[in-house]
C-alpha cells in the first residue's frame, strides 16, 4: 500500500491563494485535472524527485462552508535540514505562518509547521 494523494481545502475562490502557497511557496508544480472533476474547482500540485518520480501529491478541493484544518495536517519530507531551513524562511518572506516550536520535538528529525494561504496545517520535516 502507498499514499496517493492528501486532500486540504479551500473557500469558493481560493484557487489562487494555494498556487501561491504550493507552488510559489513550496516549489511544487501545478497538475492538470481531470477533465470531470475541474468543474468543481480546486487544484492539485506535484513535487518530483530527482528521476522524475512523483514524490508527493496534493489535492486543493473547494469546500463550503470552509474551515481550515488547524490539526490534522499532511506531512512533507525534505531532504535535508538546509532545505528545511531554506524553505521555512521563503515561506516566511511571502508571509505565511511558521511555527518552529516543535522543531526538536520527533525524534530523528528537525521539523516545522507551517499555514497555507488559507489556514490550513502543513508540517515540514527533515532527516536531523
Known sequence: MRLHHVQVSCPPGGEQAARRFWVEGLGMVEADKPVALRARGGAWFRSYDAAG???????????????????????????????????????????FEVDLTERHTFEGHERAHVRDA????????APA
Not at 59 to 87: N, Q
Open 53 to 95: 518520480a512523483v514524490g508527493a501529491e496534493v489535492h486543493v478541493g473547494v469546500e463550503e462552508p470552509f474551515a481550515p484544518a488547524r490539526k490534522a495536517h499532511p506531512a512533507l519530507v525534505l531532504d535535508s535540514v538546509a532545505a528545511l531551513d531554506a524553505l521555512t524562511d521563503r515561506l516566511a518572506g511571502l508571509g
Open 118 to 125: 488559507h489556514g490550513n496545517r502543513v508540517e515540514l520535516l
